[in-house]
C-alpha cells in the first residue's frame, strides 16, 4: 500500500475467460476465501455471459465469457486494535536499527 490510500486495494486480480463452446459434466463448487490479515471490504465476483449461476451438469453452453475480479484490503497497523499481540507497537525492546540503544 503506498501514501495511506485506503481506497484502492492492495490486492487486485482480474480475469477474463472466453469459450466458443463448453460442458460442464460435472457442475463445479467454487469459493473464495480471505484468510491472514485482510479487512471486510476484501470481496470478489464474476460477471457472466451466457453462462447461468449454477451451470448444469451436461448442457452446453456456447459464446460464453466470465469476468472475474478479487479484491483484497490488507490490515495495516492503524487497523489493529492496540496492545494486542499483532500490534508491533506493544514491543518494549529498543530498535537497534534505529539507534534505540547503542549499548550492545
Not at 37 to 48: I, V
Not at 62 to 83: C, H, K, M, N, S
Amino acid at each position: 500500500m503506498t501514501g495511506g490510500d485506503r481506497e484502492n486495494p492492495d490486492v487486485e486480480f482480474t480475469s477474463r475467460v472466453r469459450a466458443d463452446e463448453i460442458t460442464f459434466f460435472e457442475a463445479p463448487e467454487t469459493r473464495v476465501e480471505f484468510p491472514g490479515d485482510t479487512d471486510d471490504r476484501s470481496t470478489s465476483g464474476s460477471e457472466r455471459t451466457n453462462l447461468p449461476k449454477p451451470v448444469r451438469e451436461t448442457e452446453t453452453y456456447e459464446d460464453i465469457q466470465v469476468d472475474y475480479r478479487i479484491e483484497a484490503y490488507l490490515r495495516t497497523e492503524v487497523d489493529l486494535p492496540l496492545g494486542t499481540e499483532d500490534d508491533p507497537g506493544t514491543d518494549t525492546e529498543p530498535d537497534r536499527a534505529t539507534g534505540g540503544d547503542d549499548t550492545c
